[in-house]
């Protein structure tokens, strides 16, 4: 099946520091990619829609400011946390659909911990 | 506004035993989808069902979608320990592109 990437599995930053999450479909090409955030016990909440070539959709609520968004390439798109504090603390999960197949495929998460 | 409804959100139940897990969706959906999450991991796919009547199974488990009554199930036969998992139901936003709508997951223990 796809496989999607992500680095870093996990970070521990500073309050006020930036990070930035890789996320990679390794053998296909996907113009979207989907990031969420999972708070622990919770379902995924989308936070936007990722396009290659183009500017990112963002949820309602979700700072655009705040979480960069940048689609480079048809396999790589990287989610930046900016000025990080502990409230964005919480396990960022990216998935692509890997056309023309219906499902998509999700990364194996960052767990980020902001202190 | 599409809502998906998952329902059990917690079931235990012992090995051997058989159950279904449901999810409900508000408005019209084309693809509905499982998942299945283990702990501190990431999301697998089960399955994707994308016509009334659609019926697919994987081992013990089986998912079926009713897009009439809006009402997808997966159901469990005689489970093992192995399954226990959070199972998520996601349904496909129409007019989007691929954006899915999830169910609140449904947290599996199975006790031997």
């Known amino acids: 099946g796809a496989v999607v990437s992500q680095h870093p599995s996990r970070v521990i930053c500073k309050s006020g520091t930036s990070v930035k999450i890789e996320c990679r479909s390794l053998?296909?090409?996907?113009?979207?990619m989907f990031w969420y955030r999972q708070f622990p016990k919770q379902s995924l909440m989308l936070m936007a829609t990722s396009n290659e070539g183009s500017k990112a959709t963002y949820e309602q609520g979700v700072e655009k400011d705040k979480f960069l968004i940048n689609h480079a390439s048809l396999t790589l798109s990287t989610l930046t946390v900016t000025s990080a504090h502990p409230e964005d603390s919480s396990f960022y999960i990216c998935s692509a659909r890997n056309p023309p197949r219906e499902t998509q495929y999700f990364g194996p998460g960052t767990r980020l911990l902001v202190l | 506004e599409l809502k998906v409804e998952q329902n059990p959100l917690f079931l235990s139940m012992q090995e051997g035993k058989n159950y279904t897990i449901y999810c409900n969706y508000s408005t019209t959906s084309d693809r509905l989808y499982w998942y299945r999450q283990d702990p501190g991991k990431s999301l697998e796919s089960l399955f994707v069902?994308?016509?009334n009547g659609a019926v697919k199974q994987e081992g013990r488990l089986m998912a079926s979608l009713d897009t009439k009554a809006r009402l997808s199930t997966l159901h469990i036969t005689a489970a093992v320990h192995d399954l226990s998992a959070t199972y998520f139901c996601a349904a496909r936003l129409m007019d989007s592109n691929y954006q899915l709508i999830w169910g609140a997951g449904t947290k599996l223990i199975i006790k031997p």
């Open positions: 053998d296909f090409q996907a113009t979207t």
């Open positions: 069902l994308l016509s």
